[in-house]
């Protein structure tokens, strides 16, 4: 099956070292290489932020494998018309996405900032246990890692409430979609976590306005784009006091810049991006299994639609 199939690899910032290798040996008898300009014409794309380059120069792929699974990046390029585009699909990040974000939640809820600050300065002192009614969690995005996140945040008792485009019935989740419910969506809740794509339509999606529709003490966790916070505004809302602070795992330019306020603010936690990380021998093994079913003619799960942007 595969041993004409010719792949290209190219990626901003994963080590084709181990990942041309990784590829040849779950798809023994295709041809991988790394992609350098003017090499020739390739099948399959498997890439990170690739150059507009390799895009303008293979122009008989078949498919372009995304390394991730947001594609934002990738929706900015000028794309050969008629190519699919695959993301991941899952591929070990919603278990790596469902333990930070119960991590953030019940750090938050259970006041452990606190304890910390405590211990530090040698203080036995308890805080009055909250109750998690008073906790409703609401999830945008109720894609493969949203409704991962909001089952396992459910399973800590907490409400939990979702948002998505489409209709969805996940159990133990109140479902809102689209933008007409958003802001009964954002009312319903006390702690946001943001696992949107970033589309037009997304950009910026947790601004003054949206930041006030949630309860008063709200607290923001972004683990999908940093684009999806516009980071004034949730200052703003965090040193008023109607917010209580954020978790914040991405950022509008990152690494995020020296000196930016969400280095030092005292109720921000910051990580550099990396809540859910894509895991080699997962992804490759998914990248893998695609193809095989691609040169079968078979369809596969995670095609991106151009249109919605996701
Ligand atoms: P996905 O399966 O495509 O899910 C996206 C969800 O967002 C879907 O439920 C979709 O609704 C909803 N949505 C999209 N546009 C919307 C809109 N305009 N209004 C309401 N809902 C909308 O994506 P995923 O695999 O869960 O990944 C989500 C994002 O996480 C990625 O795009 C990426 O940016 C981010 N991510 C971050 C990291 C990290 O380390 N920080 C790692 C992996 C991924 P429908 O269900 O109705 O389509
Ligand atoms: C990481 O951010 C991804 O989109 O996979």
Request: one cysteine or more; aromatic letters at 8%; a neutral charge.
């Amino acid at each position: 099956m595969t041993t004409s199939v010719r792949i290209t690899y190219s990626s901003a910032d994963q080590d084709e070292a181990s990942w041309i290798p990784g590829l040849q040996a779950a798809l023994p008898g295709a041809e991988v290489s790394l992609w350098q300009p003017g090499v020739p014409q390739a099948d399959y794309a498997v890439v990170w932020k690739p150059p507009q380059q390799l895009l303008d120069e293979q122009r008989g792929l078949k498919a372009i494998f995304n390394t991730g699974a947001g594609v934002d990046a990738m929706m900015k390029l000028r794309l050969p018309s008629g190519v699919p585009v695959i993301r991941l699909d899952d591929a070990g990040m919603s278990v790596q996405m469902a333990e930070y974000v119960c991590h953030a939640v019940i750090r938050h809820f259970r006041e452990f900032d606190g304890y910390e600050a405590d211990m530090a300065s040698g203080k036995w002192s308890f805080r009055k246990p909250r109750s998690r009614i008073d906790y409703p969690v609401g999830v945008l995005g109720l894609g493969v890692l949203g409704e991962r996140v909001a089952k396992a945040v459910a399973q800590f008792d907490f409400p939990v409430n979702g948002w998505s485009r489409s209709p969805k019935t996940v159990e133990g989740v109140q479902c809102f979609h689209g933008a007409a419910q958003l802001d009964a969506f954002l009312a319903a809740s006390r702690i946001v976590v943001c696992l949107l794509p970033l589309t037009p339509e997304t950009d910026s999606i947790l601004n003054a306005r949206t930041l006030a529709q949630l309860r008063p003490g709200g607290y923001v966790i972004n683990v999908a784009r940093g684009a999806h916070v516009v980071d004034a505004d949730l200052l703003a809302a965090i040193d008023s006091g109607h917010l209580a602070g954020a978790t914040l795992d991405v950022f509008r330019v990152e690494p995020l810049p020296k000196g930016h306020a969400f280095w030092s603010h005292p109720h921000i936690t910051i990580t550099p991006h990396t809540s859910a990380r894509t895991l080699r021998s997962e992804s490759i093994a998914q990248i893998a299994r695609k193809i095989a079913a691609l040169q079968g003619g078979q369809t596969v799960a995670g095609t991106v639609d151009a249109a919605r942007g996701y």
